[in-house]
T-cell receptor
């Protein structure tokens, strides 16, 4: 079956422009996550959706970053007035459910990422 | 100080060697521990998952968690050139938010 897909795969933009990054999760996965991977920094959590709600937005670095999810499926991460420090790979992941339960683990499946370069 | 510390490497070994990858962490609330493998220009894929302390084995891979020392390890036996990738440890208190190490780049030479 299809995995998590993200578009575009690469995005080059000029400082100050807005960008939209899209994530299509695995069908039926109710939980969706955005992470950012910067060189030498590892993956950094940005936001978590359960259905269309975002119970945890604690990782969004500034108010220039926002995300939404519609129909419990596709999600869009928007970065306004991009800065050079926003350059990174933005990864999306989805899982069946988001709530922890005892020892069971709901695996997060990752997409290939969108490589954002801000000039 | 980061919540999760991981040596970035690179770690270079010959084919057939035993590889040891490690992470330390500071948050005692972590109870779910994972190892992901990431090939260049790809998303991470789950290799191993361990709940709380203990060992887990899957083929050539063994994951160990020592919560008393806040230390986790991944061992790869009989390493192959196809194992060359970046290995990321990740951990969580309640799943929704995974906290990752920076990743260790592994190079296995034929």
């Amino acid at each position: 079956g299809a995995g998590v897909s993200q578009s575009p795969s690469n995005k080059v933009t000029e400082k100050g422009k807005d960008v939209e990054l899209r994530c299509d999760p695995i069908s039926g996965h109710t939980a969706l996550y955005w992470y950012r991977q910067s060189l030498g920094q590892g993956l950094e959590f940005l936001i978590y959706f359960q259905g269309n709600s975002a119970p945890d937005k604690s990782g969004l670095p500034s108010d220039r970053f926002s995300a939404e999810r519609t129909g419990g499926s596709v999600s869009t991460l928007t970065i306004q007035r991009t800065q050079q420090e926003d350059s990174a790979v933005y990864l999306c992941a989805s899982s069946l459910v988001g709530l922890a339960g005892g020892s069971s683990y709901n695996e997060q499946f990752f997409g290939p990422g969108t490589r954002l370069t801000v000039l | 100080q980061k919540e999760v510390e991981q040596d970035p490497g690179p770690l270079s070994v010959p084919e057939g060697a035993i590889v040891s990858l490690n992470c330390t962490y500071s948050n005692s609330a972590f109870q779910y521990f994972m190892w992901y493998r990431q090939y260049s220009r790809k998303g991470p894929e789950l290799l191993m998952y361990t709940y709380s302390s203990g060992n887990k084995e899957d083929g050539r891979f063994t994951a160990q968690v020592d919560k008393s020392s806040k230390y986790i390890s991944l061992f790869i036996r009989d390493s192959q050139p196809s194992d060359s990738a970046t290995y990321l440890c990740a951990m969580s208190a309640r799943f929704q938010k995974l906290v990752f190490g920076t990743g260790t780049r592994l190079l296995v030479s034929p």
